[in-house]
């Protein structure tokens, strides 16, 4: 019988020809007789290193943890749009007509902006007599296409009325009327005042007081 060396391929028993039954696999010829405590050759520098990068994501894909690809660069961080104020939630200032939220300073010239108080109101007395209540605090447009049906309904066949022949603010303690003209065809006055406003003019005037639009119709606020 052969000599029995120790299996340079496992070290864990003797062999005694050329294949490790623990392996199963063939013993290189010369390598019975190596020293198994030598250390194995180095590869040849014609043999490109073996990488076993493939084998390391395989064996991580059959435990059932995901491999981990390169980190995505952090991008900006998304710009916040800004938040449009609805009517309710703007006012306007009675001293420069400076927009603004309500209860807050005015930017322009530094007034309280008026913070309408909920359910205030303040009547509008129309040609026909009628009687509209408009809210305080909010800017409303008079004319054949204002916002408030019962003033748009009323001043529908008055041809001599703009669409938007002017811009009414109440007071939110209903005090006082802020009255700008944006440009009308026939023109606004306010009060007593026999000066034509301007257009683009703002004016305030106690309550209650008469506003007419052109030369002939008239209709009251506040009375």
């Given at each position: ?6 299996c340079?391929l496992?070290?864990l028993?003797?062999v005694?020809?050329?294949y490790?039954?623990?392996?199963l696999?063939e ?6 007789s190596a ?25 991580t894909?059959?435990?059932?943890i995901?491999?981990?690809g ?16 609805t ?10 007509g400076?927009?603004g939220?309500p209860?807050?300073?005015c930017?322009q ?5 008026p913070?309408?108080a ?5 009547a509008l007395?129309?040609?026909?007599g009628?009687?509209?209540s408009?809210?305080r ?12 049906p019962g ?5 529908h ?12 603010t109440?007071t939110p303690d209903?005090?006082?009327v ?7 065809a026939?023109g606004?006055w ?15 005037a106690?309550?209650p ?8 119709l008239?209709?009251t606020?506040?009375?």
């Open positions: 019988m052969a000599d029995q060396v120790t340079p496992c070290g028993h003797p005694s020809d050329d490790c039954p623990t392996l696999t013993i290189p010829p010369g390598r019975l020293d198994p405590g030598a250390p194995s050759e180095p590869p040849s520098p014609d043999e490109p290193p073996h990488d076993d990068s493939a084998r390391r994501a395989d064996d894909r059959i435990q059932g995901p491999a981990r390169p980190a995505a660069p952090a991008g900006p961080a998304p710009a916040r749009e800004p938040v449009e104020q009517p309710a939630e703007r006012a306007v200032c009675f001293v420069c400076c927009p939220s209860g807050e300073e930017m010239c530094g007034q309280t902006l913070s309408p909920a359910g205030a109101s303040t007395v129309l040609p026909s009628d009687r509209v408009i809210p605090g909010r800017e409303l447009v008079v004319g054949r296409l204002s916002d408030t003033i748009r309904r009323a001043l066949d008055y041809d001599a009325v703009s669409r938007r022949h002017c811009l009414i109440v209903g005090a006082r802020r009255v700008r003209d944006p440009g009308s026939n606004t306010l009060g007593d005042d026999p000066a034509q406003i301007r257009p683009g003019e703002t004016r305030t106690a309550l007081v008469r506003l007419r639009l052109g030369l002939h008239s209709i606020i506040g009375a």
